[in-house]
Structure formats: C-alpha cells, structure tokens
C-alpha cells in the first residue's frame, strides 16, 4: 500500500499548501465587515470546470495509486511469472505522445485565435488516441494468441486490467474530445472553445503521464528504481 | 484576513450571476423529475435513501428477532440469516447513510449555505442521483434473484464472498459488486459538484472561515470520500473478475467441496488492504458531516457562538487526514507485522484528539447557553452521548492487545452501531426536523417529535448497551444460533430477548416519523422563513421553501460569521450573516 500511500500524502502536502493560503488562523468572530476574498483578489481564478477537472484527476490518480499498490503487493508472491513485453507497447506508447503533442498543438492554436491548427490538432491527437487503443487491444490479442490469458496467472490478469483501466479513461476523454471536434464544426466561437480544448489537453497528458508511470511498472524498470529507494531508506 | 476597514466601503456591488448560466425546468418532467436543481435533487436522494432504510430496517427486526428468540421463526434459515446481516450492513453505511448526508444534506444545504444559486454542474448533479437511483435498484433486485442476495457479510472478504456454501455466490455477490460500482460512479459525479461548488460559488465575503461547520464537515467528508472510494472500486472491479473470469486477484489455491478450484495464489489480505483503505475513511464519511450539522444545530438552538470555531475546523481538517492513515486496525486479527500494529495502534489514538476537540468544543458552546430543548436540539445532544460512549470503546478496540479477544464479538458490534449507526443517526434526525421547515415551509409536529426522540434514544440505549455486556461475555457476532455454548450463561439469552424488543419498539417509532414528515407536509404549523432565529444564509433566502436560483435577483452578501448569536448590544439574540454592519447600513447599503 505505499504507493497509494505516498499518492495520498502528496495530496496532503497539495491540501496543505492551499489550506496554508487560505487564513485558517483568522479569527472569524471579531471579523465584521466585508472581507476581501481570495477569489477575488487573484483576477486569474480558474473557471469552475477547470477546478472540476482537477479534482477529477486526482480522482482517477488515486485509482491508478491503488491499482499500483495492489500490482505491487502482488507480486511479491511466489507464482508470479512476468509477461513478456510485446513490442507493439511502444509503437502505442509512441502514438498517444502524438496524441498528447497534437491536442498541446490545438491548445496553443486556440489561443492564437487560429482555426486551421485548433482543427489539425484535434482530428489528429482524436486520430491517434484512436489509434493508441485499436494498438491496445491488438496487443491484447497478440498475448491472448501466445497463450497469456486473462485467468492464468496474476501477472496477466493484472496487465490486462491495468491496460483496460486507462483505456476506459481515455474513451471518456474521447467522448469530451468528439463533443469539443462538434462545436467547432458547428462554428463556435474560437474564444467559447478556449476552456473545451484547454480541458481536453490536461487531461490527455495526465493520462499519457500516467500510461508512462504504468509502462515502467508493467515492464519492470520501476523494481529497479524502488530498489534503489529502499537501499538509500536502510 | 485582510479586513476593509467599514467607512472605507461606500458601495458594496452586488455579486450578480447572469441569467443564462442558470438551468430553467421547462416542463413538469424536468420540473420534479429529471430536474437539474440542488434542491430537488437533494429530496430525490433522500427519499431514495430513506426508503431503501426502511428495507435495512426491516433487515435488522428479523435478525433480532433470530437472535432474541431462536428457534420460533422457522422461516429464518442460517442462510438468510447471514443475508440479513450483509445487506442491513451494507445499506445502512452505504446506500442510507453516505447518499443521506452528502447526497441528501449536501445537496440542499452546500448551494444555500455558502450563498450560491445553484451547484456548478447541475446536469452532472442530476446524473449523480440517477446513477445513485439505479445503484440502489440493483440492490434491492438481489432479493429476487435465484439465491437471494449475498451472505458474505457486508465486508464481502474473499474467499468465502465468492465460493459456493456462501448464500448469494450465484447471482448476489455479482449483483452487490455491480451495485457498488455504479453506486460510486455516481458518488464521484455528485462528490466533484459538492467540492467545487464550496471552492467556487461561494458569494461575496463568504471566506472559508465564515462557512457554517455543516459546510466545513460535509466538505472534507466528500474529499475523502472522493479519494477513498476508488479503493472500494478497485476491490468490487478485481472482485467481480474473480468471480466472473476466474482470475485470481483474491483467490488462493483452496479446495472447495473436495475439488481444487481453478484459482491459485490470489492474497486475501490484499482485498482486506484496499477495502479498509476505502472502509475507515467511510466512518468519518458519515461522522464528519454529522459533527458539522451538530455544531449547527448545538449552537442555533443553545443561542451561543460556537466555542472555538478555529479549533473545530482544524479538528474536520485533522480528522479527515488521519483517517487515511488508520485502516489496518481492522485487520489486527488478519496477521501483521507487530510493529504494524503498534504503528495503526498509535495513529488510530492519536484521532481520539482532535475527536475529543470537537466534543469539549460542544459541551463549553453549551455551557452558560440558552439552550431550548427543541427536538433538533434533543438529537444533537443524543448524539454527543452516543458518540462519546462509540468513541470511548473505540479506545479499547484500537488498542491490539485488547482487541485481539473482542474481535468479532458483539462488543464490536456495539461499539460500530454506537459510533457510526446511532449517533450518525442521531445527527440525521436532528438535522431534518431542524431545516424540514426550510424544506417544506411547515414545521414538523413537535409532540410527535418528542415522543420519536425519546422512543429512538432510550430504545437505541436499550438494545446496544446491553450488547458491549454480551460481548465481553464471549457471545460471537454473525452467528445464527449461539444455542448451549458453554461459556455463554442462560440469562445472555433473556437479554437478547429484551433487546429484541427494545429493536421493535425502536422500529415502530421510525413509522411515527415517517407519519410526522407526511402529514406536516399539509397539516404543519406555517413554519416562515427563520423559525429558529438562525443566523446562516439558507434562513434569509427571499422565499421559503427557497425558489429556484435560491436567491432573488441578487446574491446575499456576507459580512459576518455564522454563529452571531446573543451578541451584546445587537437589536435581535442573533445577526444574519448578510446583516450589514450598523456603520454600513447608515450609508445605505442593501439591507
């Protein structure tokens, strides 16, 4: 559980830096009069559905946090046997860092006002995320077909249910994606499309962070990398 | 904070919302039904809510009357028995309790406290309770399908949850998992509403510190519940693939009726992990928001500031991270490392302070109060007792040592039902008969509401306390039958003859309240807008019970906290939040 455990106290620290902001230590009681907000002192308040997305992807954090914390508890175990990798992770790896780079490229456009790239970079990171999860499941029967089922050891069911989880999540990004493609086909503004493909953006690079973070558990590089942390803790 | 010194403020801008962000019901249908405004939605969850209760409590008149009198219902069989105990656990923390409070009185109250016309998602709002809705309907079609609902006890620990010989393996387990699943799906929708709404839609001068404590308490307690559901997600999704693909996420290599089965290797411990990183959090879930209405509630009703309001939201704040880092100790009996134990042993302690924080802080708001024993006011200081008593045996089974022979007796039983089933009652109680009449415009009957309250307290007090006494005596939990156990005296029985009883009278009484929430809905005295002469912004709406977009054409503006009461000098025992200050009012400000 330490890894949901470190999950959680990041949090924490992030809660605590943003409580430490907010005057706990005033003294509400002798306090009578207007008192200046902080919302409104900052003239950059973020609109509420950004805050929405926030607190949505520390959500979902925490659901990979605990996924990880259960792979990792798991396979300590003796019937552990590891999958191999099929190539075909990093071909997909490679294609949803397109995706994420061709949604960065429509945000930067939008906010040049600059109708041509928001589009390009839309139907191409929409494409490629597209492309990413045909990738997954080919992958999936890749292993399906060398005999890697589901059911026949841990290490495979975890695999499976890992690629799943965050193909789940992007399908739900591709459904606010697709939404954001059909308001600019029906020629909204650009400047009403801003917080849509800004919102698209962030959250595809939350999650093609956290494929990276899942690509280095599922491949092993990260026991190297714990490995070294627990030899500088003892 | 940085205070505008008054004279310097000539004209205080109303903080308008412009009209076309506002959802308007254009039809009946979106009227009361698919409606996307808090206020309906929130009596939607807790109708819901209190009706699939009703179900749980039903639930726990058969187990009592199994318990109290062996033998006589034979159309109790162990099997049921055991199914009983799982879904009476299960709806009551879950589908009653957590959808009750955050669902229910967060929906209501969140917007109208912090000043605000509406949550800022409301259509996902709106998706929340019919998500929440169908959750619920899955649950309760586990009673009809072949098998009947799972058996597994509401922690669902595998193996047994999902091997045969456990009552519900066929269709129950697969059901309950469902249900859990799509009931936090709908959670998380509702939850992120609740959290921004707090962050964003706050009105003028509403800072964090002049936000009422039931904010503060159901706040926090959706946070955690945000983060910590996953985990209960997590655990049903791995759980459901057991159980339905034949992984082995969970499952060791067991024999099952002489067969091996096809799992092998899965951790058990594993699921205990992920469930109780979920299931501890859950407690304060539903304490939390409780601690804030009965700050509230304490302090309207004794006409006094609440005693240290800094310390109390510190404590909410304290609470809600600890609560993370306890889990384990409900898992001292599952094998652990012994440091292990000291460590969930020491932070599971270390809670009882901010814990006891909060109760000092009430009994001092109370002291040298004007306390009118109102029924919400009876409830809240029910609660205090109950929580107390909870909260004192939690010291002893947070202790290893001392828990390792009170595992699974009733002592825990009692102790769990004292902490997080009747005093989060309690609370429940106390806050409906307190902002019924905001709801409704009419006031609930109030020699009804006594009678309920003292029939629900002394009965509560007559069917628990005398638990703790069965517990140290040995007497197991979930068990069907104790029949001759040696150790177990005979007069153990006569005692949970009596507390069987008591659990029906307790029952009965719940149908005068229901009786009570109808007929005043008609009958009830004309309530106004501010029966209580309370000070927070859900009292001063414009209308009650409040319109749509809550406030008339302009937002309240705040200029004080939420506990003004008896303030030496002032014309009334209480100030309004969004009462200007004397000095304002001369320039003519809004009043």
Redesign the interface.
């Known amino acids: 559980?330490s890894a949901?455990?470190l999950y959680?106290a990041g949090?924490?620290a992030i809660?605590g830096w943003w409580?430490s902001q907010?005057?706990?230590?005033?003294?509400?009681?002798l306090?009578?009069?207007?008192?200046?907000?902080?919302?409104?002192e900052s003239l950059s308040?973020p609109?509420?559905?950004k805050?929405?997305l926030g607190?949505?992807l520390?959500?979902a954090g925490?659901?990979f946090a605990?996924?990880i914390?259960?792979y990792s508890?798991?396979t300590n175990?003796?019937?552990?046997r590891s999958l191999p990798v099929p190539r075909l992770l990093w071909v997909n790896t490679g294609v949803l860092v397109i995706s994420s780079i061709a949604l960065h490229w429509a945000y930067m456009a939008v906010r040049r006002n600059d109708l041509d790239n928001v589009i390009v970079g839309l139907v191409v990171g929409g494409a490629s995320a597209v492309t990413f999860l045909i990738g997954q499941l080919l992958v999936w029967h890749q292993l399906d077909v060398s005999g890697y089922f589901?059911?026949k050891n841990?290490a495979n069911?975890?695999f499976y249910?890992i690629t799943a989880t965050h193909g789940l999540h992007l399908i739900g990004g591709l459904v606010a994606l697709g939404r954001t493609i059909a308001k600019v086909w029906r020629g909204v503004e650009l400047i009403r499309l801003r917080l849509s493909v800004e919102l698209c953006a962030i959250y595809w690079h939350f999650l093609l962070l956290v494929w990276l973070v899942l690509l280095g558990l599922l491949t092993g590089w990260t026991d190297d990398f714990v490995n070294i942390c627990r030899q500088l803790l003892t | 904070?940085?205070?505008?010194?008054?004279d310097e403020?000539r004209d205080?801008p109303p903080a308008e919302v412009a009209d076309v962000e506002l959802y308007h019901p254009r039809s009946w249908w979106t009227r009361y039904v698919f409606c996307q405004d808090a206020k309906v939605i929130a009596v939607q969850y807790s109708i819901t809510a209190m009706a699939i209760g009703l179900v749980a409590l039903v639930l726990s008149w058969l187990m009592r009357l199994q318990l109290g009198f062996p033998g006589t219902f034979s159309f109790i069989d162990p099997s049921q028995y055991l199914q009983f105990i799982t879904m009476h656990g299960m709806i009551m923390v879950i589908y009653l309790l957590t959808a009750l409070f955050l669902g229910g009185f967060g929906n209501y109250l969140i917007p109208l406290m912090v000043g605000a016309r509406d949550m800022?998602?409301p259509y996902v709002n709106m998706l929340s309770y019919w998500v929440y809705l169908l959750a619920v309907i899955v649950l309760a079609a586990t009673f009809f399908v072949p098998g009947g609902p799972t058996g597994a006890g509401w922690t669902l620990y595998p193996p047994q949850a999902i091997l045969s010989g456990t009552p519900g393996q066929d269709w129950g387990i697969v059901l309950m998992l469902a249900s859990l699943i799509l009931f936090i799906i709908g959670f998380?929708m509702g939850?992120?509403n609740y959290?921004?709404t707090v962050?964003?839609?706050?009105t003028?001068?509403?800072?964090?510190?002049?936000m009422p404590l039931t904010v503060w308490g159901i706040f926090t307690a959706t946070?955690m519940a945000?983060?910590a559901f996953?985990?209960l997600?997590?655990a049903s999704?791995?759980l459901l693939?057991d159980r339905l693909?034949?992984?082995?996420?969970f499952m060791p290599t067991l024999v099952e009726m002489g067969q091996l089965t096809?799992y092998?290797?899965?951790?058990p411990i594993?699921f205990q992990?992920?469930f109780w990183?979920f299931g501890h959090p859950e407690v304060y879930i539903v304490a939390l928001p409780a601690f804030g209405i009965i700050s509230d509630l304490i302090s309207v009703h004794a006409r006094k500031?609440i005693f240290g309001?800094?310390m109390m939201?510190?404590a909410i704040?304290a609470i809600g991270?600890l609560s993370?880092?306890v889990w384990a100790h409900h898992m001292y009996v599952s094998g652990m490392h012994p440091y292990f134990g000291f460590f969930f042993a020491t932070t599971t302690l270390i809670i009882a302070i901010p814990t006891a924080i909060k109760v000092y802080n009430w009994v001092l708001t109370l002291w040298r109060g004007d306390i009118h024993l109102t029924v919400p006011m009876l409830y809240a200081l029910a609660f205090i007792i109950t929580f107390v008593n909870g909260g004192l045996t939690g010291l002893f089974l947070g202790n290893v040592v001392v828990d390792v022979p009170l595992s699974d007796t009733m002592f825990v039983v009692a102790h769990f039902h004292m902490v997080m089933g009747i005093a989060p009652i309690m609370a429940v109680f106390g806050g409906i008969y307190h902002w019924y009449p905001k709801v409704t415009g009419r006031m609930l009957n109030e020699a009804l509401g006594k009678f309920h309250f003292w029939v629900t307290f002394l009965g509560a007090y007559a069917i628990f306390f005398p638990m703790h006494y069965l517990g140290l005596l040995g007497v197991p939990r979930r068990y069907h039958d104790i029949g001759d156990t040696a150790f177990i005296p005979a007069s153990a029985h006569d005692l949970n003859a009596f507390m069987s009883v008591a659990a029906l009278i307790v029952g009965f009484a719940q149908l005068v309240f229901v009786f009570n929430m109808i007929w005043s809905l008609t009958k009830g005295k004309e309530a106004g807008g501010n029966p209580w002469g309370a000070t927070s912004l859900e009292w001063q709406t414009p209308e009650t019970p409040p319109g749509h977009g809550n406030w008339g054409k302009e937002l309240p503006?705040?200029?004080?906290?939420a506990?003004?009461y008896s303030v030496p000098g002032a014309k009334r025992d209480f100030v309004p939040q969004n009462e200007p200050?004397a000095g304002?009012l001369a320039q003519g400000a809004h009043p």
């Open positions: 559980m949901v455990v959680m949090l924490a809660a409580l907010q005057r706990l230590a005033s003294k509400p009681w306090e009578e009069g207007l008192a200046a907000d902080l919302r409104e308040s609109p509420a559905a805050v929405g607190v949505f520390a959500v925490a659901l605990l996924l914390s259960a508890m798991r175990m003796a019937d552990w589901l059911a841990p069911a975890f249910l | 904070m940085v205070d505008i010194p008054i403020v205080i800022v998602f998380t939850g992120l959290v921004v962050l964003q839609a706050r003028r001068g509403m800072t964090l510190m002049r946070v945000l983060l996953p985990a997600f997590v999704v791995m693939l693909l034949g992984t082995s996420f096809k092998g290797g899965g951790s594993l992990h992920l990183f500031n309001y800094r939201v510190w704040v991270a993370f880092v503006i705040v200029y004080r906290w506990y003004d200050p304002l």
